[in-house]
């Protein structure tokens, strides 16, 4: 036992040992080993001693898990050469502790300061620790880190390869892409934008000869849509490229600046922007502009560089945290090689080149490709000298040399002389042209041209629909004006390939549609999406100003009604610089500059703007900087040569055009209800699309509207008709519908128009001449276009077909007999019902004739056709004239419902009896030119006799007859051809004995009171008809109101009758369809 418990115990101190140091009895390697000692440069004490702490406490831990191992190990038993295990006993949880990993301390830097009530951290050190230089920029919710790298290899080319990539990921506003893969896709337009904007202030201060490739990658990590990322962006990139070891001429600041009531506002949110007049981006050094971005509402030259002023220290105020920054967690600058020329090369191939370049550029002859052969050729020349004396050396900088010793030249020659390549003045600007509606089957055109410069300008409509869908982290969700610019390798006679976007383009044309968007009307006012395409046809200076002019001229010429003109134009720089202090000593502004001198020289201001201010602005610079004093300077020149193009560009449109052409592209916008669209579009817009196939056209629905886009009138009335047909439109009283004839009755025909709506269409307005049978003028399944004159009480609508026809040549009037309907001065048709009785409509017809006939002149009164010149009628559906031609009720006798009371009529029988010898009444012939005519107020006599029976008939028939709605006035002709003898004495009062007033008692029972229809025609009734046709066995007689009626010739043959007489008839009978009987009345 005693040597048991010494072996034990020997057993226990070697697992003890080895546990110490670090080395496992199975071959493993202890957990001490796997993790060693971090290497951490210049930790604080605090850091120290919590890791010494950590430390121990893993090495108790380690030691404790490594005996109970032991003994788990030791629990095996051998037997028989098996190897087995003993029972293990559970554990409690305490004893199965996980070992505890160790905690990597990362050093992190971090300034703070606050700019515009806004705090902004800068942190280095936490992420992206590889990079050669990277920083996390953070405001309020808003993250970018922007990381910085270069190339290991010696750069040996002639440029510097820097690119900026600016990425904004969804995931930095907590969404999920909804493309198809559900990930990021190519580089959108907003992110090509904000690479550009970085890129523009730090390009310039890289050392000259530092060709090694750099790339600055910046992404934005979260958002909470408040502040717009990209200054945040370019602030920390120019930190990131501070802590690199890359030489860098920085750091820079940039600020962007609002004004909301005059009041300039720094670092404004995205909503405060949408308030602001100005929306400017600002850079800068220390002392210098760097770079500037500038949209905005005509803001003028004073108070737009009052705005520059009031940045330029806001700006400032970015660089002391980046350089206190870079003091803590800055590398140590690297020396990287540079590639200079030598001042024995350059000295070589100056004095070779420098006198025929000079005398190319003294010579204003040359054009643009002209001074480039010239160029070239010199080039070539000094070549061929240089492989003859095989120096190497300066053939490896040729082209690199030569380029700046033209630029010595041409600069020497501006800032001492004043002349520029083209012989023109330093404030002169180019020849223009100008043409607006140069392809009259567009929506809009323009060619524009200064110089050898030239833009074809096209503007496209559509519809709301068709507007931008911005798939960005800020602004807006869609975009209605877009311009779109395109430089092909032909307008500069060169061979390239077209590929994507392109990131020049893409600034180019942003820069173009933020001058014009200025001047556009308001959304409400005018709601429709446009594109502005700009084709540039030749270069030779500033193409991207030459767009602003041309979409201005293209967007009034396609009716866009602008509030200015806008014109465009860029500014260079020339200076001459003191080398050993860097300040400037000479410059030159030049208006309106060349490639060439934008190629050579130091500044690149493209200003863009009305009358009233600039819309937008862009400044490069290729120098370290600019004092911001030349820059608010140049501000002079360009608002004069802007004047000189706004005048030019007035000259040829100075207003918006109106689009009357019939080849010119069409756009309609039409209100419906939401129930109605949902029809047009049909089942997954199956029925929508349709539409867009068979006719070409566009249409796009939002809430409430359709908007239609078609190439031309006839594509727009194509469309217009195929909606009518689906869902139709708000019907109106002298509005025209396409319909199709759906069933002929006898007394016209039904037609379904207007998205199934059904309208009578009468027989009466089928066409201006007189029509016996419907079916010879129109046919089931007929396409038709009518005029809706009218509604009645029950909602039927009544359709024209005449109305929609030219007017017939006038034909001489023929007079009509009082009694007969009227077919001429009638108000149009109103589809509001009238309340009321029939009596009191009867009587407001009676009281409403007005006297049409000139007594003085004895001219008769000439009737006037229009659409609403019909008779007013019962309008029924097509169901209840079925039935009733069914019971043919026409066939029978009617019954007369106002009759005069019986005594009464006894009396009045009596009474013409006795006097019918003194009182007879002359016919009506067939020439009444004796008849004398009836003023109102003889016929409100005449209703005042028998006031008393009329009284008692129209209450008893306002109770009896069907109510209907007549919906037009009449009014009689009547004939004038009285003598001025019977004007005098009708101007006497009027005596009338008790046997007139019986016998016009009995006229009235026998003859018909305003209009006539089928209920007011009766047996016996006389009325006074109009000769529509005559045929060989009979006449076709015209009522009045729309009712025809038919006259057999009698036994003696035929008289003679001629269309148009007029003659007295009364009605004998009515045939099985219900049409009248007539008999002609003859004269005494």
């Not at 100056?350 to 001074?371: C, H, Q």
């Not at 490639?595 to 200003?607: A, R, V």
């Not at 009468?762 to 005029?787: A, F, T, Y």
């Not at 007033?997 to 009995?1002: F, L, M, V, Y």
Request: with cysteine.
């Amino acid at each position: 036992m005693f040597f048991m418990g010494v072996i034990l115990l020997l057993v226990v101190f070697t697992e003890i040992t080895v546990l110490l140091l670090g080395v496992n009895v199975r071959g493993c390697i202890s957990p001490i080993l796997l993790n060693p000692k971090p290497s951490i440069s210049k930790p604080p004490l605090s850091a120290m001693a919590s890791v010494a702490i950590t430390r121990k406490n893993q090495l108790v831990s380690s030691l404790v898990h490594g005996l109970r191992c032991r003994s788990f190990c030791y629990g095996r038993t051998v037997t028989a050469g098996r190897r087995s295990f003993t029972t293990s006993t559970s554990t409690s949880p305490a004893e199965s502790e996980i070992p505890i990993a160790r905690t990597k301390v990362l050093e992190t830097y971090k300034e703070e300061f606050e700019i515009g009530s806004r705090l902004i951290t800068l942190e280095t050190g936490k992420i992206a620790r590889f990079a050669n230089g990277a920083v996390v920029l953070g405001m309020e919710d808003t993250k970018v880190l922007s990381t910085v790298c270069s190339a290991k290899g010696d750069g040996v080319r002639d440029f510097l390869p820097l690119t900026v990539d600016y990425q904004e990921k969804h995931f930095a506003q907590g969404v999920i892409p909804g493309t198809y893969m559900r990930r990021e896709g190519a580089p959108k337009e907003r992110e090509l934008l904000c690479g550009r904007l970085i890129d523009r202030p730090i390009r310039p201060l890289f050392p000259a000869g530092f060709y090694h490739e750099v790339q600055v990658m910046a992404s934005v990590l979260s958002s909470d849509g408040k502040q717009d990322p990209d200054v945040m962006a370019a602030n920390a990139t120019s930190a990131a490229l501070m802590l690199s070891d890359i030489p860098w001429g920085g750091p820079i600041g940039m600020i962007r600046v609002g004004r909301i009531d005059g009041h300039l506002v720094v670092n404004p949110s995205m909503d405060e922007l949408n308030l602001s007049d100005l929306n400017l981006v600002y850079a800068c050094t220390k002392d210098k502009t760097l770079m500037l971005d500038v949209q905005a509402h005509e803001i003028s030259e004073r108070d737009l560089e009052a705005a520059f002023r009031f940045a330029h220290p806001e700006a400032v105020k970015f660089i002391e945290p980046q350089l206190r920054l870079a003091t803590k967690a800055g590398k140590q600058k690297k020396e990287y090689k540079l590639s200079l020329v030598s001042e024995r090369t350059m000295d070589k191939i100056r004095n070779l080149s420098e006198a025929p370049i000079e005398a190319v550029f003294t010579d204003p002859a040359y054009g643009k490709f002209e001074r480039g052969e010239a160029l070239d050729k010199i080039g070539q020349d000094v070549r061929v000298v240089l492989e003859e004396e095989g120096d190497e050396e300066s053939l490896k900088v040729l082209s690199k040399t030569i380029d700046t010793v033209r630029k010595q030249v041409v600069r020497k020659r501006i800032v001492n002389e004043g002349f520029r390549l083209d012989g023109r003045r330093l404030d002169e600007v180019r020849p223009l042209y100008c043409e607006a509606g140069s392809l009259p089957g567009l929506h809009g055109s323009a060619l524009f041209s200064r110089g050898d410069t030239q833009v074809l300008c096209t503007v496209t409509l559509g519809a709301p629909g068709d507007a931008q869908r911005l798939d960005s982290i800020v602004g807006p969700p869609t975009k209605r004006f877009m311009l779109h610019y395109s430089f092909p390798p032909y307008c500069i006679n060169e061979v390239g390939k077209r590929t994507g976007l392109n990131r020049r383009e893409v600034g180019h044309g942003t820069l173009a549609e933020k001058a014009l968007l200025a001047v556009l009307p308001p959304e409400l006012d005018f709601p429709y999406a446009v594109r502005v395409n700009s084709e540039v046809m030749g270069s030779d200076g500033s193409t991207s100003m030459a767009t602003v002019c041309g979409g201005s001229m293209a967007l009034m010429d396609a009716g866009i009604p602008l509030r200015e003109h806008v014109a465009g134009l860029s500014v260079g720089l020339v200076t001459e610089v003191d080398s050993s202090t860097g300040t400037v000593n000479e410059y030159r502004i030049l208006t309106d500059i060349l490639g060439l001198e934008d190629h050579l020289g130091d500044m690149d201001f493209k200003i863009a703007g009305t009358r009233n201010g600039i819309t937008a602005i862009q400044l490069d610079i290729k120098p370290a900087g600019i004092p911001l004093d030349i820059v608010c300077e140049s501000l002079g020149p360009a608002y004069k040569g802007r004047l000189q193009i706004l005048e030019r560009m007035k000259q040829e449109i100075n207003a918006a055009r109106s689009q009357e052409g019939i080849n010119s592209p069409r756009l309609v916008t039409l209100k419906y209800s939401n129930d109605d669209l949902r029809r047009l579009i049909g089942p997954l817009g199956a029925l929508k699309t349709k539409i867009e196939e068979e006719t070409g056209a566009r249409m796009s629905v939002s809430d409430g509207t359709l908007t239609i886009v078609a190439k031309n009138q006839s594509v727009m009335e194509k469309v217009q008709e195929k909606v009518d047909l689906i869902i139709g439109r708000a019907i109106e009283v002298g509005g025209v519908y396409k319909g199709i004839v759906s069933s002929i009755k006898e007394y016209g025909a039904f037609v379904e128009f207007n998205g199934g709506q059904q309208g009578l269409l009468h027989v009466s307005e089928l066409s201006h001449e007189p029509v016996s049978k419907v079916s010879d003028v129109i046919s089931v399944g007929q396409k038709l276009s009518l005029m809706c004159i009218g509604q009645d009480l029950r909602g039927n609508i009544k359709l024209s077909l005449k109305a929609t026809l030219p007017q017939p040549k006038k034909r001489k009037t023929i007079d009509v007999v009082e009694g007969s309907s009227d077919l001429s001065k009638q108000k149009p048709d109103s589809c509001t019902p009238a309340n009321g009785s029939l009596n009191q409509q009867e009587n407001h017809v009676v009281k409403d004739l007005p006297a049409d006939t000139d007594t003085s002149t004895g001219s008769n009164s000439k009737s006037n056709s229009s659409y609403s010149s019909i008779s007013p009628i019962l309008i029924r559906s097509a169901v209840e004239c079925d039935e009733e031609e069914k019971i043919a009720g026409l066939s029978s006798s009617p019954k007369n419902n106002s009759k005069l009371p019986r005594a009464y009529e006894e009396k009045v029988d009596g009474l013409s009896s006795s006097l019918e010898n003194n009182s007879k009444r002359p016919r009506a012939s067939k020439s009444n030119s004796s008849q004398k005519p009836k003023t109102l107020k003889t016929q409100k006599d005449e209703l005042g006799i028998v006031s008393a029976v009329s009284g008692s008939l129209s209450s008893k028939k306002g109770r009896m007859t069907k109510p209907y709605l007549i919906t037009e006035k009449r009014t009689n002709i009547i004939s004038n051809d009285t003598s001025s003898d019977e004007d005098t004495e009708e101007d006497k009062p009027t005596r009338e004995t008790i046997a007139d007033a019986i016998d016009r008692i009995k006229v009235k029972k026998s003859t018909v009171e305003g209009p006539i229809d089928a209920k007011k025609l009766k047996l016996g009734m006389k009325v006074t008809a109009k000769v529509l046709q005559v045929r060989a066995r009979g006449l076709v007689l015209d009522l009045g109101g729309g009712v025809n009626g038919m006259y057999r010739f009698e036994s003696n043959g035929k008289q003679d009758f001629e269309v148009g007489n007029e003659v007295q008839a009364h009605c004998t009978s009515f045939n099985s369809k219900g049409i009248p009987v007539m008999s002609i009345i003859q004269d005494d």
